[in-house]
Each structure stands twice: as C-alpha cells, then as structure tokens.
C-alpha cells in the first residue's frame, strides 16, 4: 500500500488527492483556515523514499499572508520561526513544511494544519509581535521622533557598575534624562535599583520610565519604581503622546 491510499484510510475516506505534477500531490481535506478557505497541503517523497514523506504548502502559506502582513524585520522573523520550530515545521525559501513516515501521516498533516493556521492568522501574528517588539517600538519612536533631543543608547553613569544601564540618555547638560523601558517586572525592579544606586551616587540627572503596561505589574513593584521615578509613562501610547512636551518642558 503506498502512503497515498495509507492516508485515504487514516482519513476513513474524506480526503481526495490531487497530482500537481509527478509525485507532488494535494490533499483536499476538511481542514480550512478561519476564513473558510481550505488549508494548502502537499506531499511529496523526500529524495524518493518512500519512507520519508513530506508535507508542504510550496510556499502558499506566506504568500497569503504577504497580503495583510509583512514579516519584514527580525524580530517578526523570530517570532515567525518560534511559531514553526513549536509546532515541528521548518521554512525554506518561503516554503513551509515537515517530514514524516508513511504511519505517522495522519497526525502530521493535522500538524500541518495547525501551523499553516497559525501563521495564516494574521491577527494572531499581529498580537505576538506587538508584544515582542515592545523595546523595538520604543528605540524607534525614540531615534525618530526624539532625535533633536541628543538621545544615547546603552549608557552608563556609574562606570564600574555595568549592570546599572540607562536605555537612553538625553543631551549631556549637568542633570541628563536617563530613560528606561520597562515590559516586565524583571525590568521594573532592575530600573528601580538602577534610580535608587544613581540616586545614592548623588548624581544629578531626572529618570523618565515608559512601561508596556504599567498596569500589569504588582503591588509592590508599582509602588517601589513610582518612589524612585521622577516620571512615568503608563503605556508606549502615552509616551508617544506627550513625549515632546514633557521634554519640552524638561527643557532637554
């Protein structure tokens, strides 16, 4: 029994196959996108070996998605690569697939689905890099839309103690902006010492702190960087709406 008709069982008959071109076919199987179109699966023999399978959309997957979404920085990338090495799938010049043996078919092709799905799902896509590229965002309003204000990335005040970073520094006059980004409570709290050893330093600068979301740390984490911050941003949003004017004001 070739893998073909090995399949046609697996699926108790409610897949039809389609040959493309020789030994390429297409499996047309209620398997769909949320749309309402149906998934683009193809199976092949890797080098002719029959017991090697692999099933593979021939690049279909993120040709769809070019028309909403472009994976167009690395970031996007890495996300888009954590999603298939997840779900066991590899991409290839734009071609995703995974390889298989004859008895394992089954699975692997709702596998398949289920990634081609994913990355399919632009919405889906849209979530997890927004919320991966939260520091990227930032470096970008920052370099863009702040440049006149002299920022400098990667500083550090107090030159033996390398693990108190401030993300941007603004201008060199005698009492700097020293901004932080902060996504998690991991950050806030090295932010928070950061503010504090500066401070205990005595030296003159005024800490400016824009979070992701302010709101999802805790307690106590709120509680300790609003007493070691001179100011706080409680979202990207709000930073990229009243920057200017508090720097203005900053006189920066």
Known sequence: MNYVQLLKE?????????????????????LYHEDGDMVDIFLQTVNGDT???????????L???SYTFDIDTPNKEAILQKI???NGATEDNGEIYLET??????????????????????ELLKREVIKSLFYEM???????????YGPRQKVYPIPDRDELEVDYEFNSRPRPIYLFGVKDTAKARIVTISCLEFQKAELPFRSCVVHEDFGSLGRKDQN???????KQFVTLDDFKDNAVKFFEREGA
């Not at 043996?101 to 799902?121: D, H």
């Open 63 to 65: 040709m769809r998605l």
């Open 10 to 30: 697996q699926f108790n008959g409610r897949v039809s196959v389609r040959e493309r071109r020789p030994e390429v076919f297409q499996l047309i199987v209620p």
């Open 224 to 230: 300790r960087i609003t007493s070691a911050a001179d």
């Open 84 to 86: 298939l090495a997840e």
């Open 101 to 122: 043996t004859p008895e394992s078919l089954y699975p692997a092709v709702l596998q398949f689905a289920q990634v081609a799905s994913k990355i399919s799902n632009m």
């Open 51 to 61: 017991r090697r399978i692999r099933i593979s959309d021939l690049g279909m997957t």
């Open 138 to 148: 930032l470096e970008d309003f920052v370099t863009t839309s702040l440049v006149e």
